[in-house]
Every structure is written in C-alpha cells, then in structure tokens.
C-alpha cells in the first residue's frame, strides 16, 4: 500500500538510470562464473541502462576506485555483490559505510526481514546495506544469486523515485 505523496514523487521520477554493477569475489575470476552480476545485469537492463559492470578482488582500494570510475562515469546506482558476511576477507560493508553521507538503512532492515522469510534466522548474518555518495545511490548486498534476487525484489521498482530524491 503506497501514501499518495510516494505516488506523486513516483510519477516525477524517470526511468532514465544508469546503473554500475561491481562484483567483489577472490574466487570468481570471469563474468561468465558470477551468477549474481549476471542476473543483476539482466534484470538492470530490462528497465534501466546497465553503464558498467566490474569484477574485482575482495580489496578495499579496488572497491573504492572501482566506485569513483563509476560515478565519473555518471551512474546514478551502483550495486554491489559479495563481500558482505563474516569473513576477514569480507570488506564491502566497513568500504562502503565509510563513504557515506546518508545512510539508506531502511534497506537492509527490509533485505534481512524478507531473508529471514526465506532462510529462517541465518538471515542474522546478512550485513547488507545501502547509502548515498556524491548524490549515487549504493546498494551492497551478499553474493549468493538467491540473496540478490531477494534484494532485487524490494528495490529494483523503487530506483526511480530513490534516484529523483538523490539527485534533488
């Protein structure tokens, strides 16, 4: 159910975004391996016009620099995919989290909610999130296809109005 103001804010938005894909695993070395940046990238370019795509290293300075060729690219979003659980090596959210200027927790409260439908409390050790940096919204959810397909669910139908609000 949607308040009126969320439909007028909806209906000024445009479907016109750009969207970047980065993918962080140590272990997927080709596109053609990681399922998750595919169905992203699918699912991107059946609505919105999908600019970049990068798979890199679980690496904080490759996350970064992956970000900043992104937004000078002009991507409104950029999504990202791994990296997210509890591992050493895990370092998507502490990157990401430090370059925020607004922080979008509603996300992640709502991924780990849908997730808990679908996985029971396994769901505890998602730590996906989302924020704003320099006006480009970015989502950072876990690896697995299933997790970015649940994420995908709750956000794919609101980029346009996230964005319209972002860009304002």
Request: hydrophobic share 35%; with cysteine.
């Given at each position: 159910m949607?308040?009126?103001?969320?439909?007028e804010?909806q209906?000024?938005?445009s479907?016109?975004?750009?969207?970047?894909?980065?993918?962080?695993?140590?272990s997927?070395?080709?596109?053609?391996?990681?399922?998750?940046?595919?169905?992203?990238?699918?699912?991107?370019e059946?609505?919105?016009?999908?600019?970049?795509r990068?798979?890199?290293?679980?690496?904080?300075?490759d996350?970064?620099?992956?970000?900043?060729?992104?937004?000078?690219?002009?991507?409104?979003v950029?999504?990202?995919?791994?990296?997210?659980?509890?591992?050493?090596?895990?370092?998507?959210?502490e990157?990401?989290?430090?370059?925020?200027?607004?922080?979008?927790?509603?996300?992640?409260e709502?991924?780990?909610?849908?997730?808990?439908?679908?996985?029971?409390?396994?769901?505890?050790?998602?730590?996906?999130?989302?924020?704003?940096?320099?006006?480009?919204?970015?989502?950072s959810?876990?690896?697995?296809?299933?997790?970015?397909?649940?994420?995908?669910?709750?956000?794919?139908?609101e980029?346009?109005?996230?964005?319209?609000?972002?860009?304002?």
């Open positions: 949607k308040s009126e103001t969320a439909k804010h209906s000024e938005s479907n016109d975004i750009t969207c970047g894909i980065i993918t962080l695993s140590d997927r070395k080709s596109e053609k391996l990681d399922l998750s940046g595919q169905y992203m990238a699918e699912e991107i059946k609505r919105y016009t999908l600019k970049s990068k798979l890199i290293p679980d690496e904080k300075d996350l970064i620099n992956a970000i900043e060729e992104m937004i000078s690219e002009g991507n409104d950029i999504l990202t995919t791994g990296g997210t659980g509890l591992d050493t090596r895990d370092i998507t959210v990157t990401v989290e430090e370059l925020f200027v607004k922080k979008l927790d509603g996300f992640g709502l991924f780990r909610a849908r997730s808990y439908d679908e996985i029971g409390a396994a769901a505890l050790l998602s730590r996906a999130t989302a924020g704003i940096y320099k006006k480009t919204v970015i989502f959810m876990p690896g697995s296809p299933n997790a970015v397909k649940t994420a995908f669910s709750i956000i794919i139908d980029l346009p109005h996230i964005v319209h609000h972002v860009k304002k």
